[in-house]
């Protein structure tokens, strides 16, 4: 049974950090490419961080680079998302998603909320 579990989401000032967690279970972790995805409501759905399978090469979303941080540990079958100096904008439901070939996979997502 395939299973991304989030967690880390919560209510934050501007200018404070929060750390994502997600567990991965069910499939190959270590081969597959993990990413973070959020989307507020009107919006569509935006790619924030993506993290290769052995963790060598990362992607960041203009808006978060050099703010976020995407790391994981195949050791753990976990990826993380570190969000330091948040802004009102980053407010938005935050997901996981494991890609390996044609296989997709999703968390349930996570709401961040930054208030000023």
């Known amino acids: 049974q395939v299973q991304l579990v989030e967690s880390g989401g919560g209510l934050v000032q501007a200018g404070d950090s929060l750390r994502l967690s997600c567990a991965a279970s069910g499939f190959t972790f270590s081969s597959a490419t993990m990413s973070w995805y959020r989307q507020a409501p009107g919006k569509e759905r935006e790619l924030v961080a993506q993290i290769s399978s052995a963790g060598g090469s990362t992607y960041y979303a203009d808006s978060v680079k050099g703010r976020f941080t995407n790391s994981r540990d195949n050791a753990k079958n976990t990826v993380y998302l570190q969000m330091n100096s948040l802004k009102l904008e980053d407010t938005a439901v935050y997901y996981c998603?494991?890609?390996?070939?044609?296989?997709?996979?999703w968390g349930q997502g996570t709401q961040v909320t930054v208030s000023s």
């Open positions: 998603n494991a890609r390996r070939g044609y296989l997709n996979y």
